[in-house]
Nanobody
Framework: QVQLVESGGGLVQAGGSLRLSCAASGYIFSIPRMGWYRQAPGKQRELVASITSDDSTSYEDSVRGRFTISRDNAKNMVYLQMNSLKPEDTAVYYC????????WGKGTLVTVSA
């Protein structure tokens, strides 16, 4: 059983930065893949970035070069550093862990004003 709690969302102006954090209840070094997803109003949830246990990362095209995903196994944390934020990045951001099944957090809201 893995429990995930996101934090770090908020309101920011376009061009600004936020760092999202995902705290996991278990030892994340055993989790093969973790990711950040987002869901904007009226849209489907989409993958933003993912990271494997050997720190291999992947990004959705629209955030590549602006967002950085990282993990700290010692602290059981996964982060999403978001720079150069745009209004279209506004969404609820969710942390996901894949360990036999999918585990989701409840999300944190990011609002980017123009």
């Amino acid at each position: 059983q893995v429990q995930l709690v996101e934090s770090g969302g908020g309101l920011v102006q376009a061009g600004g930065s936020l760092r999202l954090s995902c705290a996991a209840s278990g030892y994340i070094f055993s989790i093969p893949r973790m990711g950040w997803y987002r869901q904007a109003p009226g849209k489907q949830r989409e993958l933003v970035a993912s990271i494997t246990s050997d720190d291999s990362t992947s990004y959705e095209d629209s955030v590549r070069g602006r967002f950085t995903i990282s993990r700290d196994n010692a602290k059981n944390m996964v982060y999403l550093q978001m720079n150069s934020l745009k209004p279209e990045d506004t969404a609820v951001y969710y942390c996901k862990a894949v360990l036999g099944r999918d585990y989701w957090g409840k999300g944190t809201l990011v609002t980017v004003s123009a």
